[in-house]
């Protein structure tokens, strides 16, 4: 494979929960001959599977044209794939935590006047035609209901693809269900109190080609005036650019917006602009992801085939065990 390098440097970790660690001298497989300490830093935490890292000081920094000993994220001749796979690698994470299939929902239901985004208009939900004038079309005992639903499009749970950010992006009818419907999943527990989902919390899991699904508890505020806040958690840009690069092929969060929608965020979008220019599917308005194993299931999340529209609700749902 050519000249492969190492970088040894010493690493200062604080978790978002509490705690620390530190080692000197720790050496680790590069992809190349130079690396930002940003990058060296994901890295780290993706090779030794850390989770809910909040930050990783780098120092004493230096450089060695050595072979590669084998780490996660960085290939070798005997995994050209930098081990990848679908979970963080820690003691009893397992993949299968039932024998039998079970299905689990991800969705708010959607009723008459409810709020999803403060200050954006309400659904209506009425009778087209309703079962006592349908009698006058059919025979004696037999009548129907026909239901209409006047809404915008960003109700409960819904899916945005790129013509949501991007005029000439891909709409609901163009995506493909190959990004919507029966993916592997990876659920990301982000510790309470956590606003920013950042690069060092994702690091440790494995994404390519899976929904990751952020799980901040967010969604119990849903309904509420708290739900609206400026504290609700947020993917940042560099965590979405970071999903991008790994191969995710979809994007989820139980929080009111996947981008920060407090004040100081001036109406910036970076994870909306990165994941959709990009092609990857954004699921907002999540909920029950706290009933989810953290890998071993599938996820989907398909809208209708609306032509010229780039965001509509979904019922989004688990399928759990063996099918």
Known sequence: ??????????????FANGGGLRTDGFRLDIPGRDIADDDLAALFVRHLGLLMVAEVRITGKTLVEEPHKGGRGVATEADPEGATGASPRRPGSGTDVDHGRRLVELSHPITDGMTTLPGWP??????????EASRANYAPGTEFQVGRIDMIANTGTYLDTPAHRFAGG?????????????????????????RAVDRLLLAPYDVAGHAVLLHTGWSTHFGTDRYGAPEAP???????RALVDAGAALVGIDSINIDDMSPTAAGERPAHSALLAAGVPIVEHLTGLDALPPTGFRFTAAPP?????????????AVLGAA
């Not at 309400?122 to 079962?131: H, K, Q």
């Not at 891909?170 to 956590?194: C, E, F, I, Y």
Request: charged share 20%.
């Open 305 to 317: 085939m609306v032509v010229g529209m780039g965001t509509f609700p979904v019922r989004a749902f």
């Open 122 to 131: 309400a659904p209506r939900i009425t009778e087209w035609l309703t079962r």
């Open 1 to 14: 494979m050519g000249e492969q390098w190492r970088a040894q440097f010493d690493a200062e970790v604080t």
């Open 170 to 194: 891909v709409d609901l009818a163009a995506t493909g269900l190959d990004r919507l419907a029966d993916l592997p999943a990876v659920v990301v527990r982000v510790p309470a109190g956590t």
């Open 234 to 240: 947020y993917l940042t840009g560099d965590g979405a």
